[in-house]
């Protein structure tokens, strides 16, 4: 079953503007990954926000963690055209797991 | 490092045939891990292994399905007969201890016809 969710499924921007995903979950968790898929590649992750850390930055990436909402966000700052994939939110299944779950992911366009 | 190597990166395999696919890890990477995915289902945990051993195969569809790390170098999942239910991207992803990113290959798109 799902652990993540992340909405919306699809999201078209123009690039310079800033996209920003949502991923909610049902379990508590130990830490909450995002990764980013281009069309027919593998998986890259980007970026782990641990449950007691609320958020975290990476160049134009920012995560933030709300585990008493059981969600979290994902802001990609000045978007430009090779942003455009698909991103996933993952977590380990139950606290403590060493599997992650992943959903089904957002699909970024980002427009030039 | 050149990263998680699957091989191969394509396969078209009919019905009824057996269908290995071939995963390499990072290397002290201690954990590995296979997924499937399709457009319906989106991306399936199938079996993880650490330390070369298998810890959870609870994902694996059905006895057609069958994974082995022989070494901490290779590991293989084996279709055995295939079906076209099947046809997927099967990914191999790699990490070291539980608590970092996994790191993805390029997957094998198994279609089977």
């Known amino acids: 079953s799902q652990q993540g969710e992340e909405d919306p499924q699809a999201l078209s921007i123009q690039e310079g503007e800033n996209a920003t995903m949502n991923c909610s979950y049902k379990?508590?968790?130990?830490?909450l990954q995002w990764y980013r898929q281009n069309s027919g590649r593998g998986l890259v992750h980007l970026i782990l926000?641990?449950?007691?850390?609320r958020e975290k930055h990476s160049g134009r990436l920012r995560v933030t963690l709300d585990t008493s909402k059981k969600s979290s966000s994902l802001l990609i700052t000045a978007s430009r055209a090779a942003d455009t994939a698909s991103y996933f939110c993952?977590?380990?299944?139950?606290?403590?797991?060493?599997?992650?779950?992943f959903g089904k992911g957002t699909k970024l366009t980002v427009n030039p | 490092d050149a990263g998680v190597i699957q091989s191969p990166r394509h396969e078209v395999t009919e019905m009824g045939q057996e269908v290995t696919l071939r995963c390499k890890p990072i290397?002290?990477?201690?954990?590995l891990f296979w997924y499937r995915q399709t457009m319906m289902r989106g991306l399936e945990l199938l079996i993880y292994?650490?330390?070369?051993?298998?810890?959870?195969d609870s994902g694996m569809p059905e006895d057609r399905f069958s994974a082995k790390m022989p070494n901490a170098s290779f590991s293989t999942l084996k279709i055995q007969p295939s079906e076209p239910r099947d046809s997927a991207v099967y990914f191999c992803?790699?990490?070291?201890?539980?608590?970092?990113?996994?790191?993805f290959g390029s997957g094998t798109r198994l279609t089977v016809v």
């Open positions: 993952a977590t380990d299944a139950q606290g403590g797991s060493e599997k992650l779950v």
């Open positions: 992803a790699s990490s070291f201890k539980r608590t970092f990113g996994y790191t």
């Open positions: 292994f650490n330390n070369n051993v298998p810890i959870d």
């Open positions: 926000i641990r449950s007691n850390e």
């Open positions: 290397s002290g990477h201690d954990y």
């Open positions: 379990t508590s968790i130990n830490n």
